[in-house]
């Protein structure tokens, strides 16, 4: 399974903090020979502030060399450093935390800027000390003292590319320190910030260039926008997999024309987790209600997908998707049989869907088995089960329970006697057939006037620019048209 695992390509497009909980999935797993592993983890480690980690990792990796005394100078003056930017932040924060001040405090943050300054001596020069020791504190894993301060300083400062940035680290804080409802809240934000092709953008692209040792100085701001949107797909993971509602949300981002042609251009191998989301969302879109109501794209998810799974089969293929491709555009159950064998172990030595496995594997049969049904009008429930991975036994009870609790149970019967399952599907009123033909057909219809039209009065406009003759006199554009019979 190692040829399917995704964590050096997602780990381009992370925060080195973020890729730690990646590397020690790996440890995990043993996909991949435990000292490259924790010879990545010290990498890393060692272009952070967590000097202790670090020489633990090298200490592991060099069992008989003593560690470099680098390390011990680089934790003095992290020391130093610390205090320093600590004794900068309190002074800000013990003003701003003033009740009287917190009062004082408008929506306007030039206004807040001059009432600080006027009142209490602060700059923006001194409000800045907020996100170094905000920053600083992240480097050294203090998570949410590093949120706190970012998020102190976003308030107050005009300054929009450390703003942006403050964004960045106020998201990657709430990650790691698992605040699923907040880090939500900051995705959405950081994602208007991009979608508004501001200055927010051309910053996450520049933060991304600096993570991954590439230049976009000069890049068009189309493609600093497109690599601002690859980073944000990729953090999207760790909140869309952990998140209550995150496979709904993902779905309703992911296939978004502008993220879904992101997808497509730069990172292809996010299919894996679109479709995750689509399969694990299935039972929940078949089962709609106005009680529990799913938008059209979500009930419309694996159409969609299965298309892009098609078009981009040349760049990127899995077990996961290639069970898709199988069941609903070759419609080979053997073949899809077999993917879902294979997609099985992907995912449960997969990071962010591990923990969906056999909820995965339960929609995925959901699937297996609506298709199958569609088809077929006898069914034996023996075949249906080895073809759903599972024991006549077990599949006879799946099948049962699938049938009681979803919508096929108004047009299908089991007969145990014969072990078979009786699809009665009701023929489809005239009345419907027509509706369904004809779905459409006026907004057509509309579409094919109005665009008549605007040709006729285009043909018209041309005709009254063009200089006319009559008796000598030349008539111009405004003046009476001449109208031959």
């Keep these: 399974m190692a040829e399917h695992d995704l964590s050096k390509r997602i780990i381009a497009y992370l925060d080195r903090h973020l890729s730690f909980p990646l590397l020690t999935h790996l440890v995990e797993t043993h996909l991949f020979p435990a000292e490259q592993v924790t010879q990545a983890q010290y990498e890393l480690a060692r272009g952070t502030n967590m000097f202790d980690y670090a020489v633990t990792l090298f200490q592991q990796i060099h069992p008989d060399q003593q560690v470099p005394p680098e390390f011990e100078e680089k934790k003095q003056n992290a020391v130093s450093t610390h205090e320093r930017l600590q004794q900068e932040a309190l002074a800000v924060l013990n003003v701003i935390e003033n009740p009287d001040v917190a009062q004082a405090l408008r929506q306007d943050k030039n206004q807040n800027l001059q009432f600080l300054k ?80 501001s200055s927010a953008s051309i910053l996450a692209a520049a933060a991304a260039a600096t993570a991954s040792g590439a230049s976009h100085d000069k890049a068009e701001p189309a493609l600093v926008q497109l690599h601002s949107r690859t980073w944000l797909v990729h953090w999207s993971l760790f909140i869309h997999f952990n998140h209550a509602q995150g496979r709904t949300l993902l779905l309703e981002t992911f296939l978004a024309p502008t993220y879904l042609n992101t997808i497509q251009t730069a990172c292809p191998w996010i299919l894996r987790y679109l479709t995750a989301a689509a399969i694990l969302s299935r039972k929940v879109s078949s089962t709609s209600s106005a009680s529990n109501p799913v938008s059209s794209r979500v009930r419309n998810a694996i159409r969609e997908i299965v298309k892009v799974i098609q078009l981009e089969e040349y760049q990127y293929s899995d077990p996961v998707t290639a069970f898709l491709k199988e069941l609903y555009v070759e419609f080979d159950f053997e073949a899809a049989q077999q993917e879902l064998k294979k997609a099985e172990e992907v995912v449960k030595n997969d990071f962010f869907l591990g923990d969906f496995r056999e909820e995965f594997l339960d929609n995925a049969r959901y699937l297996i088995s609506e298709a199958y049904c569609r088809i077929h009008q006898r069914i034996d429930i023996r075949d249906l089960s080895l073809r759903l991975n599972l024991s006549p036994d077990e599949g006879e009870k799946w099948i049962v329970n699938l049938i009681r609790g979803t919508r096929m149970g108004a047009d299908a019967k089991i007969d145990l006697e014969k072990n078979m399952i009786e699809i009665n599907r009701p023929a489809l009123p005239v009345y419907q057939s027509v509706i369904e033909k004809t779905r459409g057909l006026a907004l057509r219809t509309q579409a094919l006037g109005a665009a008549i039209s605007r040709s006729g009065q285009n043909h018209s406009q041309s005709q009254q620019q063009q200089p006319q003759r009559d008796g000598g006199e030349t008539k111009l554009e405004g003046q009476q048209p001449i109208v031959v019979n």
């Design 118 to 197: 006027d009142n209490y001596n602060l700059t923006l020069a001194q409000i800045t000390a907020l996100y170094n020791f905000g920053q600083f504190q992240y480097s050294y894993g203090n998570y949410s003292g590093a949120a706190d301060y970012l998020y102190h300083f976003r308030v107050l400062s005009t300054d929009a590319d450390l703003t942006t940035s403050a964004h960045w680290g106020k998201l990657a804080s709430d990650i790691l320190t698992g605040k699923w409802d907040t880090a939500l809240e900051e995705l959405n934000t950081l994602r208007d910030l991009i979608d508004s092709r």
